[in-house]
């Protein structure tokens, strides 16, 4: 069964740092989404990626970068984080018509 | 641009109650939808999925159903019980490789 490992699980940093979420689809797979879900919120699209490519854009800050790499999993690289950057990051395949999300990894700014 | 609606934003029920959450969409052309559930501060457990050639799919206590035409799809969850407690979302998918689009979820409670 297809699936999303997400690492890590718990990320705490301070404004201003600097992030890498991972993201390794099982079995690898061409196409990768990125959600944020702030608290309270629902999950919101960022960013995806085809065959290593970007082929989508959502409402991802210019802070925030992303790329699918040669083995097809995906980094998620966030720059001076603020406060509220704090959330819930998930990475997302589809597998046929089934969308499958990893566990996701909470972020904490303080 | 997809706007996806959930209604209520919250249910509070005992136990053993039939219960309906509702979804909303503004754009028909959908691929698919899906249901999720989501245990606070957990990821996102599919729950079923319907295709847009489908009206509806079941899964033990849960069935999901789907009107395309008029953009709404219900989970019916039948008998709930104190473990479904969670928040559940639906998402829509469009064309191709579209992101999914969320409602912003129905945070249900049931009371034992």
């Known amino acids: 069964a297809a699936g999303v490992i997400q690492s890590p699980r718990h990320l705490i940093k301070e404004k201003r740092e600097t992030a890498t979420l991972k993201c390794y689809p099982i079995?690898?797979?061409?196409?990768v989404y990125w959600y944020q879900q702030g608290p309270g919120q629902d999950p919101q699209f960022l960013i995806s990626?085809?065959?290593?490519?970007?082929?989508d854009k959502g409402s991802i800050p210019d802070r925030f970068s992303a790329q699918q790499f040669s083995d097809y999993h995906s980094e998620l690289n966030m720059s001076s984080l603020e406060l509220g950057d704090s959330a819930l990051y998930f990475c997302a395949i589809r597998e046929g018509t089934e969308a499958f999300f990893g566990q996701g990894t909470r972020l904490t700014v303080v | 641009k997809q706007e996806v609606t959930q209604i209520p934003a919250a249910l509070s029920v005992p136990e053993g109650e039939n219960l309906v959450l509702n979804c909303s969409f503004t754009d028909s052309a959908i691929y698919n939808l899906q249901w999720f559930r989501q245990d606070p501060g957990k990821g996102l457990t599919s729950l079923l999925l319907?295709?847009?050639?489908?009206r509806e799919q079941t899964s033990g206590r849960l069935n999901a159903s789907l009107d395309k035409s008029s953009g709404r799809s219900t989970l019916y969850i039948a008998a709930s019980q104190p473990g479904d407690s969670a928040t559940y979302l639906c998402?829509?998918?469009?064309?191709?490789?579209?992101?999914?689009?969320f409602g912003s979820g129905t945070r249900l409670q049931v009371q034992p």
């Open positions: 998402a829509v998918i469009g064309t191709g490789r579209r992101a999914l689009t």
């Open positions: 990626f085809y065959e290593k490519m970007q082929s």
């Open positions: 319907i295709q847009s050639s489908q």
């Open positions: 079995p690898r797979h061409d196409t």
